[in-house]
């Protein structure tokens, strides 16, 4: 990867760094985190506790914010992934099938809602430590126009003479159009994320590291870099949550002390987090947790 650290500032006391081998965060960027999120701090919804699962039988199936075609998009579920069935909802018709919309939550935790048409009802629960198939967000629109006749090979190309030229929002869309054509790219992934960082746009990060990590769930700087997306977007539970993530993995390309200090780094990112979502109690448990390595 093209960065070698990342700074995060939370008042003047944090300043967060790091350097050396393995994929981590971009370089050089200041994150102030003392003014308030808009609307105040934002609290991780309560959800209510599953009796029924389901399966994808048709997928990619949209998970959405709302009951509704027009709720926005939170991730597409592939085939076969099981999900838990919170609530049932209005019934509606949709072209030609008509069904319920579901409250459910996947197995990494997401919450959202599904239109039922393409579910498997009551599958039985997933076996303890089966792992989720993996998931694919939307990458953004692309503002370049993507010529319909090229394969990930040639996009791929176009996205590294893009960004030679550097021409990185082209490089970006072309390396997403890439991606769409070929999901299995998993490194490249991370490389949009980069890119997606230089230019400002977080949520579009996080959307790329979301990507990656469904790919790769024990990669801890995919994680580590997710958080700090997430934190950049102000979405502060989902950075707890995957920074809390974090924590627990060993960091590739790291050990011995360079090992503990990467991990440190993801302690001050969660701490940040936290502290970012108005629970002081939350970043003390963090901060002993990190002294304590």
């Known amino acids: 990867m093209r960065w070698t650290a990342l700074v995060i500032v939370w008042t003047a006391a944090l300043l967060l760094s790091c350097g050396g081998g393995g994929e981590e965060p971009p370089a050089g960027d200041v994150l102030d985190l003392t003014a308030p999120p808009e609307g105040g701090a934002v609290a991780p919804a309560e959800v209510p506790t599953a009796e029924r699962y389901a399966e994808v039988s048709e997928g990619p199936l949209?998970?959405?914010?709302?009951?509704?075609?027009?709720?926005?998009?939170?991730?597409?579920?592939?085939?076969?992934?099981?999900?838990?069935?919170?609530?049932?909802?209005?019934?509606?018709?949709?072209?030609?099938d008509t069904d319920r919309w579901y409250e459910v939550r996947t197995a990494d935790g997401k919450h959202g809602y599904v239109f039922g048409a393409f579910l498997?009802?009551?599958?039985?629960?997933?076996?303890?430590?089966?792992?989720?198939?993996?998931?694919?967000?939307?990458?953004?629109?692309?503002?370049?126009?993507?010529?319909?006749?090229?394969?990930?090979v040639e996009l791929l190309g176009l996205s590294e003479e893009a960004?030679?030229?550097?021409?990185?929002?082209?490089?970006?869309d072309y390396l997403a159009a890439a991606l769409s054509a070929n999901p299995e790219n998993v490194k490249g992934y991370f490389h949009l994320s980069d890119l997606y960082f230089e230019l400002e746009r977080y949520a579009d990060a996080a959307t790329a590291l979301e990507n990656y990590i469904a790919r790769e769930p024990d990669s801890f700087w995919g994680h580590n870099n997710l958080g700090l997306a997430c934190i950049r977007a102000r979405n502060y539970p989902r950075a707890i949550a995957v920074l809390e993530r974090a924590v627990q993995l060993q960091p590739e390309g790291r050990s011995g002390e360079s090992g503990k200090e990467a991990l440190r780094l993801a302690y001050r990112n969660l701490i940040a987090a936290y502290q970012a979502n108005r629970d002081t109690e939350g970043a003390e448990r963090a901060r002993q947790r990190m002294d304590a390595l």
């Not at 629960?125 to 993507?146: K, R």
């Open 62 to 96: 949209n998970l959405r914010e709302g009951p509704t075609v027009d709720a926005a998009v939170i991730v597409q579920l592939a085939a076969r992934a099981r999900v838990e069935i919170l609530s049932e909802g209005r019934e509606e018709t949709i072209g030609e």
């Open 163 to 172: 960004e030679r030229g550097g021409r990185l929002a082209e490089a970006a």
């Open 120 to 152: 498997t009802l009551d599958a039985p629960a997933p076996a303890e430590g089966t792992p989720a198939p993996p998931t694919t967000m939307e990458l953004p629109d692309s503002a370049t126009p993507i010529p319909g006749d090229l394969g990930p």
